[in-house]
């Protein structure tokens, strides 16, 4: 039987099915190739250009391959483009999902794994976050994907669907063989927009405020490398494989960077000066998101392995010296 991947061209999918390809999975990747990109999924991959919106399409899919589990990536994700056109990610992210299980619950596939995210929590009470604390997004991308959480609630109550939410922090690096890395279009997470100051694209990286109420005055995160969530992904798919409940958990390192932090760490992994100049602060920004992932740990055993952020930061400039421009003409 064959693991879906939706959204297996993207950064976390594209990254995640590799893993999965390496721990031996028959794999199916569907992807609208709107942010995606064809050449980031892995040539064993059975590829699929499909939007999640199309239920007759997913309907071939599942019609076609024999399907044990999803892993669900396919979604927009951009914080302030979400509160630019909010519709978008109701259309996308909600809508998308709902046909998507719709789909699911016809064709008896009864396990799904998906991206969920930090932006759930809004402005956290404390850190590190747990998964008990209290969610008030501040954002309309968070919103729809605590509402995509809820969502597969009712439906796990009525159909006996049964899901893991993922809430990511801040994902970041690349592939370690350098095959596959970040790329968007356009680019707005701090590493990458770092990176683009050694590689010759632009001469300084904008500090988004440091008048928080942080100990340098920059906003806080808790960076984690992309092959360990997309290991979590693999364990979390085992786990309902193997029957367990519904769950939620979130995936950080527990260790708070601040965005000088960041590019001081960059500056020694690149070697180059890096100029920064403070700007003001982007809206909808929390000053500190800290992740607990104790339940990660005891309830998947999952065990990230490239928790430094020096080796998270290597990794990735190692993929954005050889691909300046991405996928495009590299
Ligand atoms: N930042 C800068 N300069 C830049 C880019 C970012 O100072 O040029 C700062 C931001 O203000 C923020 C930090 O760097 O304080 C990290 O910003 P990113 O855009 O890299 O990541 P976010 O924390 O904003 O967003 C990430 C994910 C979202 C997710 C969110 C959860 O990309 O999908 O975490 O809060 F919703």
């Known amino acids: 039987m064959a693991i879906l991947v939706l959204g297996g061209a993207g950064y976390i999918g594209s990254h995640t ?6 721990a031996g999975r028959d794999v199916v990747v569907a992807d609208n190739l709107l942010t995606g990109f064809k050449q980031a999924v892995h040539p064993k991959a059975r590829f699929y250009q499909l939007d999640i919106r199309d ?3 997913l309907d071939t899919l599942f019609q076609a391959e024999h399907i044990e589990g999803v892993i669900h990536f396919a979604a927009s994700s951009q914080v302030g483009e979400s509160m630019s056109d909010p519709l978008k990610y109701y259309d996308n992210n909600l809508y998308g999902t709902m046909v998507l299980l719709k789909s699911m619950v016809e064709h008896g596939v009864d396990k799904i794994v998906f991206s969920s995210t930090a932006a759930t929590y809004g402005e956290p009470e404390r850190v590190p976050i747990l998964e008990s604390d209290k969610t008030v997004p501040t954002n309309c991308y968070g919103n729809t994907k605590l509402s995509m959480e809820q969502m597969m609630g009712w439906v796990s109550k009525a159909h006996g669907l049964r899901y893991v939410a993922l809430r990511y922090f801040n994902a970041a690096g690349a592939h370690i063989s350098g095959a596959i890395g970040e790329a968007h279009n356009p680019e707005t997470h701090l590493i990458p927009i770092i ?19 942080t100990p340098d005055g920059t906003c806080i995160r808790d960076y984690i490398h992309v092959t360990d969530l997309a290991q979590a992904h693999i364990l979390a798919l085992d786990y309902l494989i193997k029957g367990g409940e519904n769950n939620v958990f979130n995936l ?5 960077f601040s965005v ?9 992994v690149t070697g180059h000066p890096i100029p920064a100049e403070v700007s003001p602060r982007r809206a909808g920004d929390p000053a500190q998101l800290i992740a607990s992932s104790a339940k990660a740990v005891e309830v998947l055993g999952w065990q990230p392995k490239y928790n430094d952020l020096s080796t998270i930061i290597s990794t990735a400039w190692k993929w954005h010296q050889a691909h300046p421009n991405g996928y495009g003409e590299g």
């Open 195 to 213: 990176l683009q100051v050694p590689n010759g694209q632009r001469d300084h990286v904008g500090i988004y405020g440091d008048d928080y109420p």
């Open 55 to 57: 239920k007759g399409a």
């Open 252 to 256: 950080g390192n527990g260790v708070g």
């Open 260 to 268: 000088k932090e960041v590019i001081d760490v960059a500056r020694s």
């Open 17 to 22: 099915v590799y893993e999965l390809i390496d």
